[in-house]
């Protein structure tokens, strides 16, 4: 799988593990790293951000396509795969690389998120989610085990452990620590459970909500039990962005420098960049596919919507510059696309939506790129004074105030100029 490497840089997790993070960077002024994650279908460049092919297919994209937006870890739903195609499927064809002709790497949850947010009669015991199924109502019940069971049948090359999720903006402080608690009793049966870490590597899940005391105590349980990647969960659930930066500040000061960090479910791309600042490596979110299917172009300068009247003769491409196939000129093997063509599609035929979510992966792909890149040239404040002065157009009165506060707990003063 990977070159020789010096043995010194080289983490060997005691328990099993099917990846090696090697760390490359790190920024002298914040706590962002760059590092390359070797994972069991190839090695990924971290920060980066994952898309998200909820049926095992990213709306509107080709498996080659989101190759082509230079994708190598795309999500997948362990829910909507286990009821369709169903285990027994899975099994026969031997995991979702071969059902959907993807040779890189997947990332699953763990079916329990999809679960409480889909199905509102839910309910979480000590066994289980117990649910209604929404095929026939017939009552059913996800444990850790099964959900470890229905991934090692995917064959993810990164699984998810069941958590409890609950939401950040919940009054109720005790059911929030139960969820914590609970979460990390999950855990143990889900490593206890997992029949295949020479080949799948599972993630914990920190919870605790906003309460910083919680997500601490939770780290420190987490971390103990030694997993070879760590997510931060429970977040973007219409928290205040402040007390999101404060989360994933706490978390991030608490983990092992020499293993991956994914904050679940980010994908606007300030708060990505914000949250790398933070010393977190991995995201994911629908939004960019989502919203492309709204007539939403997500650029450098923000989000525009092409089915505004005033795109109808803008002859231009989506982002002038970019070098994704919906942009690129034909003449430089790409599609050409104009704004105008989008704007003439997108409320009609699927062809606006699909187009713009190459644009929109391609556009969060690149981004991370030139965030690494910046990282490990030890520029990335720079880059992120840069990032902000373009996304707003050089009016500083309209940063948003959690991205100045949380960068300024990092050493970056986007105020001023540097
Ligand atoms: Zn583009």
Redesign the pocket.
Same mark, same amino acid.
């Given at each position: 799988m990977s070159a020789v490497e010096d043995e010194d840089d080289m983490v060997l997790s005691p328990s099993p593990s099917a990846l090696k993070f090697d760390l490359v960077a790190r920024c002298s002024t914040t706590k962002a790293r760059a590092a390359t994650l070797r994972l069991p279908h190839g090695p990924v460049q971290l920060p980066m951000f994952m898309p998200v092919a909820t049926q095992a297919s990213l709306k509107g994209l080709t498996p080659k396509q989101l190759e082509e937006t230079s994708c190598r870890l795309c999500l997948n739903n362990t829910y909507h795969l286990g009821l369709k195609p169903g285990q027994k499927t899975l099994d026969a064809i031997g995991g979702a690389h071969k059902l959907q002709s993807w040779p890189h790497n997947i990332l699953t949850d763990s079916g329990g998120f999809q679960m409480v947010s889909l199905l509102k009669l839910s309910q979480v015991t000590e066994e289980g989610v117990r649910f209604l199924s929404p095929h026939d109502g017939t009552p059913m019940l996800l444990t850790p085990e099964h959900s470890i069971s229905l991934q090692n049948s995917i064959g993810s090359d990164i699984i998810m452990q069941l958590d409890d999720v609950i939401a950040t903006t919940s009054p109720d402080h005790e059911r929030i620590k139960e969820a914590m608690l609970r979460s990390v009793r999950w855990l143990d049966r889900c490593i206890a459970a997992h029949e295949k870490p020479e080949s799948q590597n599972l993630f914990c899940i920190i919870q605790g909500g906003l309460d910083l005391e919680l997500r601490k105590e939770c780290c420190r349980a987490m971390v103990a039990r030694d997993t070879p990647g760590i997510a931060i969960g429970g977040l973007s659930g219409g928290e205040a962005k402040a007390e999101f930066c404060k989360v994933v500040d706490i978390c991030t000061s608490l983990l092992p420098e020499k293993k991956p960090r994914y904050v679940m479910g980010v994908g606007y791309p300030e708060d990505i960049l914000v949250s790398v600042a933070l010393g977190a490596d991995m995201f994911d979110c629908v939004w960019p596919t989502r919203t492309a299917r709204f007539g939403n172009a997500v650029t450098s300068t923000g989000t525009s919507n092409l089915r505004h009247a005033a795109y109808a003769y803008d002859f231009r491409?989506?982002?002038e510059g *970019?070098q *994704?196939a919906? *942009?690129r000129p034909q003449s430089e093997g790409g599609l050409g696309v104009t704004r105008a063509y989008i704007h003439h599609v997108a409320a009609k035929e699927t062809a606006g939506a699909h187009l713009l979510s190459i %644009?929109n992966v %391609?556009?969060l792909l690149e981004l991370m790129r030139r965030a690494r890149e910046a990282i490990v040239e030890d520029r990335y404040p720079a880059f992120l004074v840069d990032y902000f002065d373009k996304l707003y157009g050089g009016e500083k009165d309209k940063y948003p105030q959690w991205a100045v506060d949380a960068l300024k707990g990092v050493g970056i003063d986007l105020m001023s100029n540097l």
């Open positions: 491409p989506v982002e *970019c *994704c919906c *942009c %644009h %391609h556009f």
